[in-house]
């Protein structure tokens, strides 16, 4: 018995020595995933707000399809690219993300909820014409304004 204890006291004592550097690099990821994330919606974004500008011709089975891939990454399970402390207070350049963040994550959620509305309703109205186009894309940059404005700091 005392060396099944001295066994799991030896892995939880390797564990912790091994955790810490795991955890930096497991952080690391998470910001790395989420701004993969953020640049394939600006990605999508900067077509369908092209098309909306009228500085690109609307197209649309490419305004739909760049809708779909917003609602898809939308509706992605993101939980595990927001860390606790993965904020630009504890990482400096790596993110621009606020801690307020993780401390007021309700509001957090409802914004995206509506983000989420916002992206239902683009694709809906997205392929059936420009003006369908315009009708959609301005709540859904109110959406990602009221989630930017407070919770990512500025350019350095």
């Not at 930096?24 to 995933?33: E, N």
């Not at 904020?87 to 007021?104: V, Y």
């Not at 959620?109 to 992206?119: Q, Y």
């Not at 809906?124 to 894309?137: N, W």
């Amino acid at each position: 018995m005392q060396q099944i204890l001295r066994g799991i006291a030896f892995a939880v004592v390797a564990l912790a020595v091994l955790t810490g550097p795991a955890q930096a690099a497991d952080m690391d990821k998470a910001v790395a995933a989420r701004q993969a994330v953020m640049k394939l919606r600006s990605f999508y974004l900067g077509q369908i707000g092209a098309m909306a500008k009228a500085k690109m011709p609307y197209d649309a089975k490419k305004a739909q399809g760049a809708a779909n891939s917003l609602l898809a990454l939308e509706s992605l399970d993101s939980s595990a690219m927001w860390v606790p402390g993965s904020g630009a207070d504890k990482l400096g350049d790596k993110t621009r993300a606020k801690p307020e963040i993780w401390s007021t994550y309700p509001d957090v959620a409802t914004k995206a909820k509506a983000l989420k509305s916002a992206l239902a309703n683009l694709v809906k109205v997205a392929g059936t014409g420009l003006d369908g186009l315009r009708s959609g894309i301005g709540d859904v940059g109110k959406s990602c304004g009221g989630c930017h404005k407070p919770f990512r700091t500025d350019k350095k």
